[in-house]
Protein backbone atom coordinates (compact mmCIF):
# COMPACT_ATOMS: atom_id res chain seq x y z
CA UNK A 1 0.00 0.00 0.00
CA UNK A 2 1.36 3.15 -0.72
CA UNK A 3 1.67 5.84 1.62
CA UNK A 4 2.49 9.56 1.35
CA UNK A 5 5.10 11.31 2.52
CA UNK A 6 3.87 12.75 6.21
CA UNK A 7 4.04 16.57 5.07
CA UNK A 8 2.04 15.75 1.66
CA UNK A 9 -0.63 14.35 4.65
CA UNK A 10 -0.58 17.35 6.87
CA UNK A 11 -1.66 19.94 3.69
CA UNK A 12 -4.22 17.41 2.62
CA UNK A 13 -5.78 17.55 5.97
CA UNK A 14 -5.31 21.27 6.02
CA UNK A 15 -7.28 21.67 2.81
CA UNK A 16 -9.99 19.41 3.77
CA UNK A 17 -10.09 22.00 7.34
CA UNK A 18 -9.99 25.01 5.44
CA UNK A 19 -12.98 23.74 3.58
CA UNK A 20 -15.06 22.20 6.15
CA UNK A 21 -14.54 25.65 7.99
CA UNK A 22 -15.72 27.29 4.53
CA UNK A 23 -18.87 25.81 4.73
CA UNK A 24 -19.50 26.10 8.51
CA UNK A 25 -18.65 30.09 8.11
CA UNK A 26 -22.15 31.37 7.29
CA UNK A 27 -23.77 29.36 10.53
CA UNK A 28 -20.75 30.09 12.48
CA UNK A 29 -20.95 34.29 11.33
CA UNK A 30 -25.00 33.77 12.50
CA UNK A 31 -23.86 32.66 16.09
CA UNK A 32 -20.70 34.74 16.64
CA UNK A 33 -22.81 37.95 18.37
CA UNK A 34 -24.60 35.50 20.44
CA UNK A 35 -21.25 33.60 21.04
CA UNK A 36 -19.21 36.73 21.57
CA UNK A 37 -22.17 37.96 24.55
CA UNK A 38 -22.15 34.78 26.13
CA UNK A 39 -18.31 34.43 26.66
CA UNK A 40 -18.56 38.29 27.09
CA UNK A 41 -20.84 37.98 29.81
CA UNK A 42 -19.07 34.40 31.67
CA UNK A 43 -15.88 36.36 31.96
CA UNK A 44 -17.13 39.07 33.75
CA UNK A 45 -18.93 36.92 36.34
CA UNK A 46 -15.75 35.06 36.65
CA UNK A 47 -14.09 38.56 37.49
CA UNK A 48 -16.57 39.65 39.79
CA UNK A 49 -16.49 36.62 41.15
CA UNK A 50 -12.84 36.50 41.94
CA UNK A 51 -12.76 40.14 42.97
CA UNK A 52 -15.54 39.33 45.83
CA UNK A 53 -13.09 36.26 46.94
CA UNK A 54 -10.18 38.83 47.48
CA UNK A 55 -12.19 41.17 49.27
CA UNK A 56 -13.49 38.45 51.55
CA UNK A 57 -10.10 37.20 51.60
CA UNK A 58 -8.93 40.49 53.13
CA UNK A 59 -11.59 41.27 55.67
CA UNK A 60 -10.70 38.00 57.06
CA UNK A 61 -6.98 39.27 57.26
CA UNK A 62 -7.79 42.12 58.87
CA UNK A 63 -10.13 40.78 61.27
CA UNK A 64 -7.36 38.82 62.58
CA UNK A 65 -5.09 41.08 62.63
CA UNK A 66 -6.90 44.22 63.83
CA UNK A 67 -10.49 43.08 65.73
CA UNK A 68 -9.26 40.19 68.37
CA UNK A 69 -12.28 39.00 70.05
CA UNK A 70 -12.26 39.71 73.46
CA UNK A 71 -13.09 36.75 75.91
CA UNK A 72 -15.11 39.24 77.72
CA UNK A 73 -15.76 42.80 77.15
CA UNK A 74 -15.25 45.33 80.36
CA UNK A 75 -19.03 46.45 80.48
CA UNK A 76 -20.22 42.56 80.90
CA UNK A 77 -20.98 41.41 83.83
CA UNK A 78 -23.45 38.08 84.94
CA UNK A 79 -24.35 36.99 88.22
CA UNK A 80 -22.04 34.23 88.81
CA UNK A 81 -18.82 37.01 89.04
CA UNK A 82 -21.08 38.94 91.42
CA UNK A 83 -21.29 36.75 93.60
CA UNK A 84 -17.50 35.58 93.77
CA UNK A 85 -16.67 39.01 93.61
CA UNK A 86 -19.47 39.20 96.96
CA UNK A 87 -17.40 38.72 100.75
CA UNK A 88 -19.44 35.79 102.93
CA UNK A 89 -20.96 38.55 105.67
CA UNK A 90 -22.32 40.88 102.62
CA UNK A 91 -23.53 37.89 100.67
CA UNK A 92 -25.59 36.79 103.31
CA UNK A 93 -27.38 40.10 103.84
CA UNK A 94 -27.42 41.16 100.18
CA UNK A 95 -31.07 41.05 98.11
CA UNK A 96 -31.37 41.13 94.74
CA UNK A 97 -33.27 44.38 94.15
CA UNK A 98 -35.35 45.26 91.14
CA UNK A 99 -37.09 48.53 90.24
CA UNK A 100 -40.40 46.99 91.79
CA UNK A 101 -38.05 46.29 95.08
CA UNK A 102 -37.66 50.29 95.22
CA UNK A 103 -41.00 51.31 95.27
CA UNK A 104 -42.42 52.41 98.89
CA UNK A 105 -46.00 51.84 99.08
CA UNK A 106 -47.77 54.87 100.30
CA UNK A 107 -49.37 54.47 104.10
CA UNK A 108 -52.87 54.23 104.19
CA UNK A 109 -54.78 56.26 106.49
CA UNK A 110 -55.63 55.29 109.60
CA UNK A 111 -59.16 56.23 110.10
CA UNK A 112 -60.00 56.56 113.70
CA UNK A 113 -63.47 54.96 115.22
CA UNK A 114 -65.93 57.97 116.59
CA UNK A 115 -65.49 58.05 120.55
CA UNK A 116 -69.17 57.13 121.79
CA UNK A 117 -69.25 58.42 125.41
CA UNK A 118 -71.46 56.97 127.96
CA UNK A 119 -74.08 59.70 128.34
CA UNK A 120 -74.56 59.74 124.10
CA UNK A 121 -74.78 55.85 124.47
CA UNK A 122 -77.35 55.52 127.13
CA UNK A 123 -79.91 58.00 125.87
CA UNK A 124 -82.13 56.54 122.82
CA UNK A 125 -82.85 58.67 119.78
CA UNK A 126 -86.41 59.88 119.62
CA UNK A 127 -88.72 57.29 116.80
CA UNK A 128 -90.88 59.63 114.62
CA UNK A 129 -94.18 57.72 114.75
CA UNK A 130 -95.23 57.17 110.98
CA UNK A 131 -98.80 58.60 110.28
CA UNK A 132 -101.68 56.15 109.15
CA UNK A 133 -102.26 57.62 105.27
CA UNK A 134 -98.16 57.51 104.56
CA UNK A 135 -98.36 53.72 106.03
CA UNK A 136 -101.47 52.89 103.93
CA UNK A 137 -99.76 54.78 100.58
CA UNK A 138 -96.97 52.68 101.45
CA UNK A 139 -99.07 49.35 101.66
CA UNK A 140 -100.90 49.91 98.51
CA UNK A 141 -97.56 50.74 96.35
CA UNK A 142 -96.13 47.51 97.56
CA UNK A 143 -99.33 45.45 96.61
CA UNK A 144 -99.12 46.89 92.86
CA UNK A 145 -95.10 46.48 92.52
CA UNK A 146 -96.14 43.14 93.55
CA UNK A 147 -99.00 42.69 90.96
CA UNK A 148 -96.90 44.05 88.30
CA UNK A 149 -93.57 41.94 88.93
CA UNK A 150 -96.40 38.64 88.31
CA UNK A 151 -97.52 39.79 85.39
CA UNK A 152 -94.43 40.12 84.06
CA UNK A 153 -93.03 36.53 83.98
CA UNK A 154 -96.52 35.71 82.39
CA UNK A 155 -96.70 38.27 80.10
CA UNK A 156 -92.86 36.53 79.18
CA UNK A 157 -93.60 33.08 78.76
CA UNK A 158 -96.82 34.04 76.63
CA UNK A 159 -94.78 36.00 74.49
CA UNK A 160 -91.97 32.82 74.11
CA UNK A 161 -95.18 30.45 73.35
CA UNK A 162 -95.91 32.44 70.48
CA UNK A 163 -92.93 32.96 69.73
CA UNK A 164 -92.17 29.07 69.87
CA UNK A 165 -95.58 28.26 68.16
CA UNK A 166 -94.78 30.65 65.23
CA UNK A 167 -91.10 29.19 64.37
CA UNK A 168 -89.77 33.27 65.38
CA UNK A 169 -90.41 36.72 66.17
CA UNK A 170 -90.90 37.15 62.51
CA UNK A 171 -93.84 34.79 61.92
CA UNK A 172 -91.70 32.63 59.32
CA UNK A 173 -92.15 29.24 60.00
CA UNK A 174 -89.37 26.93 60.72
CA UNK A 175 -89.10 23.93 58.04
CA UNK A 176 -88.56 20.52 59.05
CA UNK A 177 -85.32 20.40 57.48
CA UNK A 178 -84.31 23.37 59.43
CA UNK A 179 -85.75 21.08 62.79
CA UNK A 180 -83.66 17.99 61.62
CA UNK A 181 -80.70 19.56 61.45
CA UNK A 182 -80.23 21.94 64.03
CA UNK A 183 -80.04 25.15 61.57
CA UNK A 184 -80.91 27.83 64.57
CA UNK A 185 -77.36 26.85 65.70
CA UNK A 186 -75.63 25.54 63.44
CA UNK A 187 -72.17 27.54 62.18
CA UNK A 188 -71.13 28.46 58.95
CA UNK A 189 -68.44 25.61 58.75
CA UNK A 190 -71.09 22.93 60.09
CA UNK A 191 -73.49 23.99 57.39
CA UNK A 192 -70.62 23.62 55.03
CA UNK A 193 -70.57 20.47 55.80
CA UNK A 194 -73.97 19.03 55.50
CA UNK A 195 -75.14 20.80 52.51
CA UNK A 196 -73.65 18.05 50.11
CA UNK A 197 -76.95 16.05 52.24
CA UNK A 198 -79.31 18.53 51.00
CA UNK A 199 -81.80 18.51 48.19
CA UNK A 200 -82.76 21.72 46.21
CA UNK A 201 -85.86 21.42 47.67
CA UNK A 202 -84.27 21.64 51.25
CA UNK A 203 -81.58 24.35 50.21
CA UNK A 204 -84.70 26.39 48.97
CA UNK A 205 -86.56 26.25 52.20
CA UNK A 206 -83.11 26.75 54.05
CA UNK A 207 -82.79 30.02 52.18
CA UNK A 208 -86.09 31.24 52.34
CA UNK A 209 -86.21 30.62 56.20
CA UNK A 210 -82.44 32.92 56.65
CA UNK A 211 -83.94 35.61 54.37
CA UNK A 212 -86.79 36.12 57.20
CA UNK A 213 -85.10 35.37 59.94
CA UNK A 214 -81.65 36.13 61.07
CA UNK A 215 -80.60 37.50 57.18
CA UNK A 216 -76.99 36.71 57.70
CA UNK A 217 -74.91 37.61 54.47
CA UNK A 218 -72.57 34.48 54.81
CA UNK A 219 -75.06 31.52 54.90
CA UNK A 220 -77.45 33.41 52.39
CA UNK A 221 -74.18 33.45 49.84
CA UNK A 222 -73.36 29.76 50.39
CA UNK A 223 -77.06 28.85 50.21
CA UNK A 224 -77.46 29.94 46.79
CA UNK A 225 -73.85 29.05 45.38
CA UNK A 226 -75.18 25.92 46.56
CA UNK A 227 -78.44 26.24 45.17
CA UNK A 228 -76.74 26.96 41.82
CA UNK A 229 -74.35 24.63 41.89
CA UNK A 230 -76.92 21.59 42.14
CA UNK A 231 -78.94 23.01 39.20
CA UNK A 232 -76.05 23.49 37.04
CA UNK A 233 -75.52 19.95 36.99
Known amino acids: MFRPPFLARVAAGAAVYALEETRRLP ?3 LNF ?7 MLQTTMHVQQFVTSLALKGDALFDQLLNQPEEQPE ?8 EF ?3 PGAASESVRQSRFDLFTPEEEPVVEAPVVTESAAAEP ?7 PVAAESAVQEAAESESTESEAPATESLAATNGHSNGNGNGVVEPEVATRFGYSELSI ?9 LTVE ?3 AL ?27
Do not use: C, H, Y
Open 27 to 29: TTA
Open 33 to 39: PITAISQ
Open 75 to 82: WATFDEDE
Open 85 to 87: EQT
Open 125 to 131: EPVAEPE
Open 189 to 197: AQLRARLRQ
Open 202 to 204: DLA
Open 207 to 233: LEFEQGTLDRAPFVTMLTNRIATVQAK
